[in-house]
C-alpha cells in the first residue's frame, strides 16, 4: 500500500534503516532581497498560519508569494505616506519653516502608513 505521498509522485531513499523523502527545491526559482515587509510576512505565516505556510514552502510558491506581498506594501506604504502628506499639509514650508514639527508629522504619518499596511497585506 502506498502512502499518501507516494500516491502524489513523492519517492523515499533508505538511508541507516529510515525512509528519507526526495524532497528538492525547484531549480528555477529566481532569488528576492529580502526586506522588512517580505521579513514580516513570513513570520505571520510561519506563527500563524501554519498550515498556509507549510503548503506554500512545499509547492515553492513560499518566496514569490512573500516577494510579491513586498512590493505590494512598499508600493501601499509610498501612496499613503504622499496621500497623508498632503492632506496634512507637510510641505517643503513647512520643513524650511519649523523643522522638528515636520520631522514630528513625517513619524506620525509614517507609523500610521506602517499600521495600515500591516493590517490590509501583512496581517490580512
Not at 532569488?31 to 514580516?40: A, T, V
Request: hydrophobic share 35%; with cysteine.
Amino acid at each position: 500500500m502506498k502512502t499518501t505521498f507516494e500516491q502524489f509522485g513523492g519517492t523515499y531513499r533508505i538511508e541507516n534503516g529510515y525512509r528519507i523523502p526526495n524532497l528538492t527545491l525547484p531549480d528555477d526559482e529566481p532569488e528576492y532581497e529580502i526586506g522588512i515587509w517580505d521579513r514580516r510576512r513570513f513570520d505571520y505565516l510561519k506563527n500563524h498560519k501554519k498550515g498556509l505556510f507549510s503548503a506554500m514552502l512545499m509547492s515553492g510558491k513560499l518566496n514569490q508569494h512573500i516577494h510579491e506581498i513586498d512590493l505590494l506594501a512598499y508600493e501601499r506604504h509610498e501612496t499613503i505616506v504622499r496621500q497623508m502628506m498632503v492632506s496634512q499639509g507637510v510641505t517643503e514650508q513647512l520643513k524650511a519653516g519649523n523643522q522638528m514639527e515636520w520631522v514630528g508629522r513625517v513619524n506620525n504619518i509614517c507609523a500610521c502608513a506602517d499600521e495600515i499596511v500591516r493590517d490590509e497585506l501583512i496581517y490580512g
